[in-house]
């Protein structure tokens, strides 16, 4: 995840700490930055919880690590062993506990939570069957709607923008284990934002927006704004879980400023792209009050723009309008590895093939970059 590679060479190759990085396969970009110490495989988290937990175990006992850092989530897998990974190690497990992860990552229940801090939320309807569904596409004549654990842009469908008849309404099949959210569709610009939180404070804040996006879904081009609506919901949230760790959050920006909760990401996002070095470092290890992200800093995933650009001829001029100024995420300054294995870690698509027994699709090279690092919302313990 380009997050993850960001964070990697910040703290090894820019701030020079030992950082052992790991993933579920060797060609992971990020195991290849200069940043990294050493690096090691581990089983994938969603299809084999418990050997990823060991794996994680060993690596700490191995390594001597004092510091672990979740990047996606493979976060609730180790927050749902979080006693048998902290033993009697010395170890910081920078995290939150699992209820809290529980609570936001369920759009449901964040909504609910939302509402309970009196921070804007759409109007929403659960739906956990298709008929439930069905009706609730029915109540607005422009709606939105997504799966309650879905991510990265996929299980999502509309009947207006962009992305409109992509999928037919009767192809959803909401259960009461896999419910959809249907929502109001609101006109507004999309933004987003990322925080390291110690003890439900937050001590490091940007929000950003997308110039450029790819598909209309994931971001490949992140600029910082200025909005202290954002770092208010954060500052809320952290406050009333008592959150400890990274935390992101989507957010629908209407014509009056309203900043309407989309969803939360219990983990960092492009967020983390835009800060520094030193306001990651201290952030992290030696927090001391409030540091936000000024506005007008610039990150690109380039190989994405450029594919976007060679892809479709017409919108070429756009795209390089909006990735003007922009430094690369996978090609940082003499740490170039990981944009050569951005290409060659194209190869996880086969995993997820095998995996899966998926199709061919255009959201194939998204759902292949974390089938095997999510959470379903399945029980843990």
Request: aromatic share 8%.
């Amino acid at each position: 995840m380009p997050f993850a590679v960001d964070e990697i060479h910040k703290l090894g190759e820019e701030l020079h700490r030992y950082v052992v990085a790991t993933d579920t396969f060797k060609q992971s970009p990020g195991l290849h930055s200069k940043g990294v110490n050493k690096r090691v495989v581990t089983a994938p988290p969603t299809q084999q919880p418990d050997a990823f937990v060991d794996d994680v175990i060993k690596t700490i006992d191995d390594e001597q690590i004092d510091w672990v850092l979740p990047m996606f989530e493979e976060v609730f897998y180790l927050a749902a062993n979080r006693e048998k990974i902290q033993g009697d190690r010395d170890v910081t497990l920078f995290f939150p506990q699992l209820d809290a992860l529980l609570e936001v990552n369920d759009k449901s229940t964040f909504a609910d939570l939302c509402r309970r801090l009196d921070l804007p939320v759409a109007e929403t309807i659960v739906c956990t069957t298709p008929e439930e569904f069905v009706a609730a596409t029915q109540r607005w004549e422009h709606w939105f709607a997504r799966a309650t654990f879905g991510r990265g842009g996929l299980d999502i469908i509309t009947n207006y923008g962009p992305l409109a008849g992509e999928t037919a309404v009767e192809d959803i099949k909401p259960t009461e284990q896999d419910p959809w959210l249907v929502q109001q569709f609101l006109v507004g610009t999309d933004r987003c934002s990322w925080s390291v939180v110690h003890d439900g404070e937050v001590m490091l804040h940007s929000c950003y927006e997308h110039p450029m996006r790819i598909d209309d879904r994931g971001g490949v081009v992140f600029e910082s704004v200025d909005s202290p609506e954002s770092l208010a919901a954060v500052q809320k949230i952290a406050k009333e879980l008592n959150w400890t760790g990274q935390i992101s959050m989507d957010y629908l920006v209407t014509a009056d400023g309203t900043h309407y909760m989309v969803e939360c990401n219990p983990r960092p996002t492009a967020g983390c792209t835009i800060a520094t070095a030193e306001e990651l470092d201290t952030a992290l290890f030696k927090p001391d009050g409030l540091v936000l992200v000024p506005a007008g800093r610039k990150k690109m995933i380039k190989a994405a723009v450029l594919r976007d650009a060679l892809m479709h001829p017409k919108r070429a001029r756009a795209d390089f309008a909006a990735a003007k100024g922009a430094k690369g995420v996978y090609d940082q300054r003499k740490d170039h590895m990981p944009l050569i294995y951005s290409a060659l870690s194209l190869r996880h698509v086969l995993a997820y093939r095998k995996a899966l027994g998926a199709e061919r699709s255009k959201e194939q090279l998204v759902a292949a970059q974390f089938f095997d690092i999510l959470y379903d919302g399945s029980p843990l313990k």
